[in-house]
């Protein structure tokens, strides 16, 4: 009886312990790293705790015009999320910060958390006017007008309200 006893105390102390490794487990699979105000899972996004936005965690990675830039965030499905689209000028700009500077791959410093890659300075945003559309310029910290078939350092950057 002794040694049943014991065996189920082992074997309650190891069932514990399974539990507690597995839910340690779970957690550290969907989050990555808390940075500042960000937090990037490994599901290819990152959430903005300050707006409650999701972010994917790169661009498209090329030069691409507005119309594509459009329906590449529309059809994006990052972390298995479909509602994707692209940002507004104002979304961009919050993301903008002085304080942290990284090298693109195009050469250009870029001012925004480096949990979030970008391969040039510029992303298009969601608003047009005639033949032109909205970006925002991560090197300077402005916002620009550029043509919409435009495909000259202009990447996308899908984002989706995180709830």
């Not at 949990?115 to 620009?144: D, M, P, Q, V």
Request: a positive charge; proline letters at 1%; glycine letters at 6%.
């Amino acid at each position: 009886m002794k040694k049943s006893l014991e065996t189920m105390a082992v074997i309650t102390v190891v069932a514990i312990l399974i539990g507690t490794f597995i839910a340690a487990e779970y957690a550290s699979a969907r989050e990555k790293v808390k940075y500042d105000r960000f937090i990037a899972y490994n599901n290819g996004t990152i959430l903005d705790t300050k707006t409650k936005l999701m972010w994917a965690v790169k661009d498209n990675g090329t030069d691409i015009n507005w119309a594509d830039a459009k329906s590449y965030c529309k059809n994006y499905r990052g972390g298995g999320y479909t509602d994707w689209r692209m940002p507004t000028q104002d979304e961009l700009a919050v993301l903008y910060d002085e304080t942290k500077t990284y090298k693109s791959d195009c050469e250009y410093d870029v001012h925004l958390t480096n949990l979030i890659h970008l391969t040039c300075n510029c992303l298009w945003a969601s608003k047009t006017h005639g033949s032109e559309a909205a970006n925002f310029n991560f090197h300077y910290g402005i916002r620009y007008w550029y043509w919409q078939l435009n495909d000259s350092g202009i990447r996308a950057l899908p984002v989706r309200s995180g709830k």
